[in-house]
C-alpha cells in the first residue's frame, strides 16, 4: 500500500531536515522525501501540527519473555513499544533462562518473527546465566544476531572477567551495554539515599553505588578497547564522567530514562513501589544535571527501561517489591512535556536522541527518513494534552509513578516497514 504523509513537520537527524513537506512510502521504504501534497497513494494521512520522525528506537526494554510472561510477553510488550511510537527495540537478557548463548538469541528473534509488532534485536548476555562468572559465547551470539551484550539488571562484579568479555565484544564489533551498579555498595536500598528515604524510614541507594562502577567500567573499556553505552544513567557525576571520556575520544556513549529526568525524590508520596525502579529518583541537582547533559549533547540517548511487573508485586512495600515500572507508552509524552517545551530539546535533538543516536550506538540502518531508506516513521501531535492513564497501556504492566499526570504529547501513528502498526483513534 502506498501512504502519503502530508503537511507533517518532517526532522530527520541524518540530513538536519527540520521542515513542513510531505513523504510518500511505497513497498516499505521511503520512496520520495519530499513528494508533492497532491500524490495519488492508497492511503493518506495529514499530518498538519505533527512531528514525522524517524521510527523510534528503544535500545534498553524487558520483554520478560521467556520465563517470566505474567508480567510480559513479546506480543505485548511490542504492541505497548507501537503505542509508544517505537519502530525497534532491544530486549535485555535477564529472561528466564537468560539470553547467553546463540541459540537463545535465535529463539527470541523466531518468536519475534511470529509475534512481534515491531522490530526486535536481542541484546545478549556477558556471561553465562548472568552468574558472572563464565563468559557468554558473546561472538556466537553477534552472528546470531545479537546487537550487544549487557548484564542488566547486575554488574559483571568480576573485572577480569569483565575486561575479556570487552574484549570478545570489540572483536565481534558489538557495543557492550553497562548497567551500573556496585551490588556490595547498594545492600537492600530500595531508593534514593536522601531526605525520602529518611522521611519513609528505608534504606538508601547511595549515588556512589552508579559513579563507583560507571569510572571503572569507563577504564576498563578504554583497555579493551570496545564501544561502551551506558544504560540508564542518573547522577551527576555520571554526566561529568561520560563528559570527560568523549573529551579523551574513548567511544562511550550514555542514555537517560525518562522517569530519571521528569521526577525527582521528592515526588515520591509514601511508601508506593510505583516509584521504586534501579537506579532510583534521584535529588533535583541530579535531575537537572541530567537535562543540562541532554541539552548540551553529552548524553546521546533517551532509553525506556521499560520494566513490567505484576500489580500484586507492585503492592508491596518498597523494601520487597522488585525494582522497575514500565516507560514504553509514556516515554514520548515525558520527553516534549518535560524536555521540548522547556527548551532543552528541539523537536530535531527530540529525534537525535530517539532515533538518530540509538541507531548508531547499535549499528544498525534505521533513524532516517532519507529516500530508499526502511519506512520506519513516528508521528507525533505535540500539541495533544492529556493525563496519563496505566488503564489505556497496552503493555501487560501498568506500573508506572506517573499515573494521573497531565502531560503533551500523543503518538498518532507508528509505521513499520511501512505498514501501520498503530493509530491513535
Known amino acids: 500500500m502506498d501512504i502519503l504523509i502530508k503537511n507533517g513537520r518532517v526532522l530527520d537527524p541524518a540530513t538536519d531536515t527540520d521542515q513542513v513537506k510531505s513523504i510518500l512510502v511505497r513497498d516499505g521504504k521511503i520512496a520520495d522525501a519530499d513528494a508533492p501534497g497532491e500524490t495519488r497513494a492508497d492511503r493518506v494521512i495529514d499530518a498538519a501540527g505533527c512531528y514525522v520522525m524517524p521510527g523510534l528506537i528503544d535500545l534498553h526494554v524487558h520483554l520478560r519473555d521467556p520465563g517470566q510472561e505474567y508480567k510480559e510477553t513479546i506480543q505485548t510488550g511490542t504492541l505497548a513499544a507501537a ?13 528466564s533462562p537468560s539470553t547467553d548463548s546463540p541459540e537463545k538469541v535465535a529463539q527470541v528473534l523466531q518468536k519475534a518473527a511470529r509475534e512481534a509488532s515491531v522490530h526486535v534485536l536481542p541484546v545478549g548476555a556477558v556471561t553465562v546465566g548472568q552468574q558472572g562468572k563464565e563468559l557468554a559465547d558473546i561472538q556466537g551470539m553477534a552472528q546470531a544476531g545479537a546487537v550487544a551484550v549487557s548484564e542488566d539488571g547486575k554488574s559483571v562484579m568480576n573485572t577480569a572477567v ?12 558489538i557495543p557492550v551495554m553497562a548497567h551500573c551498579e556496585d551490588k556490595d555498595l547498594v545492600g537492600k536500598g530500595c531508593l534514593n539515599e536522601g531526605p525520602k528515604a529518611k522521611e519513609l524510614g528505608l534504606p538508601g541507594i547511595l ?3 552508579e559513579d563507583v562502577i560507571v569510572a571503572r567500567d569507563i577504564i576498563l573499556a578504554k583497555a579493551a578497547g570496545c564501544r561502551l553505552h551506558l544504560c540508564h544513567c542518573s547522577t551527576a557525576d555520571s554526566v561529568k564522567m561520560v ?6 575520544g574513548l567511544l562511550v556513549t550514555a542514555e537517560v530514562c525518562p522517569h530519571h529526568f521528569a521526577m525527582t525524590e521528592d515526588e515520591i508520596p509514601g511508601d508506593d513501589a510505583n516509584y521504586k525502579m534501579n537506579p532510583p529518583l534521584r535529588s533535583r541537582a541530579d535531575v537537572e544535571a541530567l537535562k543540562a547533559g541532554l541539552r548540551d549533547g553529552i548524553m546521546d540517548v ?28 509514556t516515554a514520548v509524552a515525558l520527553t516534549i512535556t518535560h524536555l521540548v517545551e522547556p527548551g532543552y530539546l528541539t523537536p530535531l535533538e527530540m529525534a537525535a536522541k530517539m532515533s538518530y543516536n540509538p541507531a548508531r550506538v ?13 519506512a520506519d516513521i513516528t508521528i507525533i501531535d505535540p500539541a495533544d494534552e492529556y493525563v496519563i492513564d496505566p488503564d489505556t497501556f497496552c503493555s501487560k504492566g501498568h506500573n508506572t509513578p506517573f499515573a494521573g499526570h497531565t502531560v503533551r504529547g ?15 483513534r
Open 362 to 374: 547499535i549499528g544498525i540502518d534505521r533513524g532516517t527518513l532519507m529516500e530508499g531508506k526502511a
Open 410 to 424: 500523543r503518538v498518532r501513528y507508528t509505521l513499520v516497514d511501512g505498514q501501520i502498526v498503530y493509530e491513535y
Open 243 to 248: 563528559k570527560m571520556a568523549k573529551e579523551e
Open 207 to 209: 549515588n556512589a553505588v
Open 162 to 173: 569483565y575486561l575479556e568479555g570487552m574484549k570478545l565484544a570489540a572483536q565481534a564489533g
Open 83 to 95: 503505542h509508544g511510537g517505537y519502530t525497534t527495540v532491544c530486549p535485555m537478557p535477564n529472561t
Open 302 to 329: 533517551i532509553s525506556t527501561d521499560h520494566a513490567p511487573h505484576h500489580a500484586d508485586e507492585k503492592k508491596k512495600s518498597m523494601a520487597d517489591a522488585p525494582f522497575g515500572i514500565v516507560g514504553s507508552e
